[in-house]
């Protein structure tokens, strides 16, 4: 109840407002919207959803809504994505300065995500992309992705034998935080301290999508939503409570010691160019670890669920697959393994289908601009932020025949996703990951993992529908767009 009563309160301050500033306006005129400020947390975000496509209908491909006095841009049209974040990357490129809820998670903004286009931002990404992203940094840890996929096949198989058949993202999940786990602290830690940490990511995750309230008026939120800042501070202080003990461990194990490198590990030895040069404060560690658990986890599950859903759903496809598999790596193999991965050509069209008919995320996290420009004959405000309805441009009619089609065939020779190129350097055709400048920098490790963990997966077991509960693959918003019923699935073992 408080939520609406602070937003009706705030509807008619931004009326007025907009009415007072709206005289003084000249140029370039926004892209086309509603007149009126939309509070736009009031709406469900697949009714918000619904809405900026119902806009796009309307008015074209760039659109704007106000929401207070600012005017932030949506873009639901390859064309004019691929002008903003290509060829005006540099422009465009910028973040929006995060909410005060924003700043404490991200240690104010200095994790790769939410940082300022800089020196900062191209330091941290630098070191995530040249110390733990760099393909023999990734190679190294192929002994943690068998240990892993040994933990998720043990753990289907033990659902399978005890329930009689498995909901899959519950393993998906566990597996992958695993390895993100062991990536970023260098150590196998105890299922016990793999779950504290899961739990307190998890809270940090759910309490996100409730923080935007302290995007209007803070110093008034922070008192009528005391209760939910309160809840911020306890979850903060419980990740530094744990992450802090293993950063501090990695920083004092002995020289020569034989231990593998990690994402923690990099991070102590980071020198970021602000003040002359320094090191990263503990909670600036704190935080980019934080990002790194959630990036490289909920993402990748999410997608290897649609993947294996539509799988389960299309067993023609799942045989074509595990028949190419077999010509591959035969039946005597314990494992597909990353060398396998590139001679398995259909595999890679089942997952790129699989990103651009689901993408995790159906927006991308918001860009700003950092002067005054244009996009598409629109003036586009110094700050403004703007973002791009990415599932839109996965599923455009003009590019993809039967776009709502889960058809990998379109991704082999002579289909329309031939030689897609993700990066979006050439052109935009599907962004899952982002285009330009800001594209994903984990991007290629998640194809790697969706590849590998696919292949072993459809290689271990067939995957079967229970015909009480066909797939379903209606959508529902959490962290990533999931599956409103996650897949339950009955497994057979091949061998």
Not at 70 to 80: K, L, N, P
Not at 85 to 99: L, Y
Request: net charge positive.
């Amino acid at each position: 109840m408080e939520d609406w009563l602070f937003y009706l309160l705030t509807l008619f301050i931004c009326i007025f407002l907009t009415l007072l500033l709206s005289q003084s306006r000249k140029g370039p005129s926004l892209p086309p919207g509603p007149r009126s400020p939309v509070i736009s947390l009031i709406r469900s975000p697949f009714e918000f959803e619904s809405f900026i496509r119902g806009l796009f209908q309307k008015h074209g491909p760039v659109i704007s809504i106000k929401v207070l006095t600012r005017s932030t841009v949506f873009i639901g049209d390859r064309a004019a994505a691929y002008q903003a974040f290509v060829q005006q990357g540099a422009t465009f490129g910028d973040r929006p300065t995060s909410n005060p809820a924003g700043q404490i998670l991200s240690s104010g903004q200095k994790n790769i995500s939410s940082a300022k286009y800089g020196p900062v931002w191209r330091a941290l990404r630098r070191n995530l992309t040249a110390e733990i992203l760099h393909p023999s940094r990734v190679q190294m840890y192929g002994p943690a992705r068998k240990w892993m996929l040994s933990i998720l096949i043990d753990g289907l198989k033990a659902q399978m034998e005890k329930e009689g058949s498995v909901v899959a993202m519950e393993s998906f999940l566990f597996s992958m935080f695993c390895l993100l786990v062991f990536m970023c602290f260098g150590d196998k830690l105890d299922e016990a301290k793999i779950r504290e940490i899961e739990e307190v990511q998890k809270q940090s995750m759910l309490i996100f999508v409730k923080l935007q309230v302290f995007s209007i008026f803070p110093r008034i939120t922070k008192i009528i939503f005391w209760k939910r800042w309160n809840k911020l501070l306890s979850i903060r202080k419980r990740q530094e409570e744990i992450f802090l003990p293993l950063i501090r461990a990695r920083k004092e194990k002995k020289e020569g010691e034989d231990i593998s490198f990690s994402y923690v590990d990099s991070l102590l030895a980071l020198e970021i160019p602000e003040g002359g040069g320094r090191k990263l404060t503990e909670g600036e560690m704190v935080s980019l670890c934080s990002e790194f658990l959630t990036a490289g986890t909920d993402t990748t599950a999410t997608a290897l669920q649609w993947i294996m859903a539509n799988l389960v759903k299309q067993p023609h496809i799942q045989q074509k697959l595990w028949n190419e598999i077999e010509q591959v790596v035969g039946n005597d193999s314990d494992e597909v393994k990353e060398d396998d991965l590139q001679k398995i050509v259909y595999l890679k069209a089942v997952v790129l289908e699989g990103l651009r008919r689901h993408p995790p995320g159906h927006f991308v996290l918001p860009h700003t601009v950092s002067q005054d420009s244009e996009l598409n004959g629109y003036r586009i405000p110094k700050n403004a932020p703007i973002n791009v309805l990415v599932a839109n441009i996965g599923c455009d009619g003009s590019i993809w025949s039967d776009p709502f089609d889960y058809r990998p065939e379109r991704f082999m020779k002579g289909g329309e996703g031939e030689g897609v190129d993700l990066t979006g350097t050439k052109e935009i055709k599907m962004m899952p990951f982002g285009a330009g400048r800001r594209v994903c920098p984990g991007m290629a490790l998640a194809l790697m993992h969706l590849e590998y963990f696919v292949a072993n997966l459809v290689k271990e077991f067939e995957w079967k529908e229970i015909n009480e509960e066909k797939v379903d693959l209606a959508e529902k918003l959490e962290f990533t767009v999931v599956m409103k019923r996650p897949l339950k699935a009955h497994i057979v073992p091949r061998r």
